[in-house]
């Protein structure tokens, strides 16, 4: 059994357009977090969420809303794709929150590789 | 912000150890290192994580040194799947966020 699974893995879309990438663990865990990989590997943190609340929110553009249904699902939603936004995403959880202070291991999706043309 | 600095890339050659360093030279007390790896086209996976003492785990070692300034992780005898990118991340409880550098990659020959 997949731990944490995303769909899709691979996005391929037009710029302007509005897509959803979803994101689902299976180990109970409380928090859940997407992270970006652009091209030159850098890994970066984006939104963290504790039991469906929002507690990390990394300066995202408000293109980019996370949606969480419940505490086992983490959707990421992008309105008007750019070019910019071609990157690596990837989902992780964690049993804790790091936002309070706690430390725990996070958790890795397989990634969704999105190409914004 | 505590920053970490690691070589960029570093060689091994397989069934040997390979020791990736890290330096964290403005850690601070409650601070944990970790230490996560990225194979290819996969999403980071956890290796081990410490505070003050040494650890060790089915996967590899930590060593921190006694200043928590540096550390090591000790991949005891490397195989090719072990060929990957290697972060070394200080964990900083104000802010709640794990930070990943540029890493090390780890070639792993035959």
């Known amino acids: 059994d997949t731990a944490v699974s995303q769909t899709p893995k691979y996005l391929v879309t037009q710029m302007g357009n509005d897509k959803s990438i979803k994101c689902e663990q299976n180990?109970?865990?409380?928090?859940m977090y997407w992270y970006k990989q652009d091209s030159k590997k850098f890994l970066k943190i984006m939104f963290s969420y504790n039991n469906k609340e929002l507690i990390i929110n990394e300066t995202v553009p408000n293109r980019f809303s996370p949606k969480s249904p419940d505490k086992a699902h983490l959707n990421l939603h992008i309105n008007s794709l750019e070019l910019g936004d071609s990157a690596v995403y990837f989902c992780?959880?964690?049993?804790?929150?790091?936002?309070?202070?706690?430390?725990?291991?996070?958790?890795f999706g397989p990634g969704t590789r999105l190409t914004v043309l | 912000d505590a920053k970490t600095t690691q070589p960029t890339s570093m060689d091994c050659a397989e069934g040997r150890a390979a020791n990736l360093p890290c330096n964290h030279s403005?850690?601070?007390?409650?601070?944990?290192v970790y230490w996560y790896r990225q194979i290819h086209s996969q999403g980071p996976q956890y290796i081990i994580h410490g505070l003050k003492n040494n650890e060790t785990n089915e996967m590899a070692s930590l060593i921190i040194t006694e200043d928590r300034k540096s550390s090591t992780l000790i991949l005891p005898h490397a195989t090719l799947r072990d060929t990957a990118v290697y972060y070394c991340?200080?964990?900083?409880?104000?802010?709640?966020?794990?930070?990943f550098g540029q890493g090390t990659e780890l070639s792993v020959k035959p």
């Open positions: 992780a959880s964690s049993r804790l929150s790091l936002a309070g202070g706690s430390t725990d291991t996070q958790y």
């Open positions: 180990l109970g865990h409380d928090t």
């Open positions: 991340i200080v964990f900083y409880n104000q802010g709640g966020k794990l930070i």
């Open positions: 403005t850690i601070s007390g409650n601070e944990y």
